[in-house]
């Protein structure tokens, strides 16, 4: 009896694990398409996000920071824009979705004046 709590223990134990470390991966999407990204006055966390090529991608914007701040990819382009932008009040989040159709990297950053510098900078990694 004590042999199968013991291992009922270890089995919790190790599922939790995994729970926890896929949890402070969240930038890593990969197949599961979404992603929150936690934005406060210096830092996106995470600051690395994977993405798969044709797979739509849902990034929800969460401003814990007391200021808004913006997310913005400079080498996405869309009709009559120069790259894309979102921006979110304090305490307010934002979801919206990107489908990559190639391979690459396109960095993202805060624009407004001394955030990027701050290091309100990242990456998102889109693999094949």
Partial sequence: ??????????VVALVVGAAI?????????????????????????PNRIDAKVGVPL????????SERHDFAI???HMPGLQGFEASTEPGQTTTFSLRFD????HEFLD????HASAG???????SP
């Fill in 120 to 126: 309100m900078t990242g990456a998102i990694f889109v």
């Fill in 58 to 65: 849902e990034v929800q914007l969460v401003n814990q920071g």
């Fill in 111 to 114: 624009p407004d004046p001394g």
């Fill in 21 to 45: 470390w896929s949890g402070s991966t969240a930038g890593a999407a990969g197949g599961s398409g979404t992603v929150r990204v936690v934005m406060n006055d210096t830092q996106f966390s």
């Fill in 102 to 105: 190639a391979p690459g990297t």
């Fill in 1 to 10: 009896m004590r042999l199968i709590a013991g291992l009922t223990v270890i």
């Fill in 74 to 76: 400079p080498s996405l």
